[in-house]
């Protein structure tokens, strides 16, 4: 008889513990739902594909479905279902399709789903990442757009849902790593006193605002670190991100705007901080591959290969930090003043973002004219507290369309 090697034994042993997740993953075809096939590809004992989600694209979503056969696909329009459906039968797969808004939550909340990454852009992703919340799933969110229009509801749900939440935007899984037992928690009873959140600066770090009053579709896509979707893209380049960023920080680790302060960080190699009372600054780094967070919450609390390259410290360069200005990015200023502002605030600034980005992509606008929507919907929009989500996607709503007439005056007036 073939004689077993005790690091065989170990090994079969450890596989036995670990239960296979089964895992949804909203906005599979995007960057973000990309990154974690290729995160969950390189660990097929431990995750297995449950359902894949994507709005239009049905070839990639096939591919992705030929390549992970998972028990169900869900397109956003019926017709995009019907397509998908009938090329997977055809290639002989039982993937079954399904349809609508309805099904990204059935697939959320599906009771044989142990994982959820929430990775639909914008908010779109808001109701499958509460239905993920309410069944008290792991969910691994990337929407960050949930937590900037819904924040107190969906901590709730999580809180009542028994959720595990992790978060994956890369700053915040770092604030994570360093403060793990965040939950419930206050910050002081940890000992922290201050959240620095990195920001690259993005693609016109040093650009003067004459410069940026003349920035082009293809320049602002151009991020020189991160190689993400579009809208994500141009709201690094506007840095609204980091202001969407900053209300996220402020309700995945209960802090005050006081407590964040945004550090410009080109290199983008720290991916944020937290200082405590005793002078202590925890940092989290690593090379800028979003496979680093994803891995860590796939894995939490475990650690995983994530298919990263290691930081090489004798070949990085030196590291630079600086202070935000809110004169040429106007953007993080309006999200900082809708966090404080706080009820149904944070809702209108995302809103009014999303539609002046799209037209912006659509070079409908011009750059510094997304900050100016921004603001001009703000002043006018009645801000009250949250209390549904209903409510805000009414807000959600108003806004939009509230952007939309400001942006026709603007579009009449270039
Ligand atoms: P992306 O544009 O590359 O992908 C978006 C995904 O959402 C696609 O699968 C698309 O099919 C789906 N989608 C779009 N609109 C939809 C709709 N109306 N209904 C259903 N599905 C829809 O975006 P991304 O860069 O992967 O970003 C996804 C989310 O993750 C965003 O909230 C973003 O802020 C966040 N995030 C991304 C990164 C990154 O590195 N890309 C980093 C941090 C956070
Ligand atoms: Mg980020």
Request: aromatic residues 6%; contains cysteine; charged residues 20%.
């Amino acid at each position: 008889m073939a004689s077993v090697k005790s690091d065989d034994l170990h090994q079969a042993a450890q596989s036995m513990q670990i239960k296979q997740q089964n895992v949804t993953i909203l906005g599979a075809t995007g960057t973000i739902g990309l990154q974690t096939l290729d995160v969950i590809a390189r660990h097929p004992e431990r995750f297995s594909v449950f359902a894949l989600t994507a709005n239009s694209k049905v070839e990639n979503l096939f591919d992705l479905c030929v390549k992970y056969t998972p028990r169900f696909a869900v397109m956003l329009l019926e017709s995009a279902a019907d397509e998908l459906s009938a090329r997977l039968k055809a290639a002989g797969l039982d993937t079954q399709v399904l349809f609508g808004e309805e099904a990204l939550v059935e697939v959320a909340a599906h009771p044989e789903v142990d994982t959820v990454m929430a990775a639909i852009v914008g908010a779109a992703g808001l109701h499958s990442a509460m239905a993920a919340a309410r069944a008290g799933k792991r969910i691994l969110l990337a929407n960050k757009e949930t937590l900037v229009m819904a924040g107190s509801l969906f901590m709730q749900a999580v809180a009542e849902g028994r959720a595990t939440l992790l978060p994956i935007d890369s700053e915040h899984n770092a604030i994570f790593q360093v403060m793990p037992q965040t939950q419930g928690r206050l910050l002081a009873d940890m000992g922290v006193s201050r959240i620095l959140l990195t920001a690259s600066g993005g693609p016109f770090r040093n650009a003067t605002l004459e410069e940026l009053n003349l920035v082009t579709r293809a320049q602002a896509l151009n991020h020189p670190n991160w190689v993400m979707g579009p809208k994500i893209t141009i709201d690094s380049a506007t840095m609204m991100n980091k202001g969407l960023e900053v209300i996220e920080a402020h309700w995945l680790f209960d802090a005050s705007s006081a407590q964040i302060e945004v550090v410009v960080h080109p290199q983008s190699v720290i991916h944020s901080m937290v200082e405590y009372h005793d002078g202590s600054v925890l940092a989290q780094l690593g090379n800028p591959d979003m496979r680093t967070p994803i891995a860590y919450g796939l894995a939490y609390p475990d650690r995983l290969e994530s298919g990263v390259s290691r930081l090489d410290f004798l070949k990085m360069g030196p590291l630079d930090f600086s202070a935000p200005d809110y004169v040429r990015f106007p953007c993080l200023r309006l999200a900082y003043e809708a966090l404080d502002k706080g009820g149904t605030a944070p809702a209108v600034l995302n809103a009014a973002n999303e539609v002046a980005v799209e037209a912006f992509l659509a070079n409908e606008i011009r750059f510094m004219d997304i900050p100016a929507v921004i603001e001009a919907v703000l002043a006018t929009s009645n801000i009250n507290a949250v209390i549904s989500i209903e409510q805000l996607v009414s807000v959600d709503a108003s806004a939009r369309k509230q952007a939309k007439s400001i942006m026709s005056v603007l579009k009449g007036a270039h």
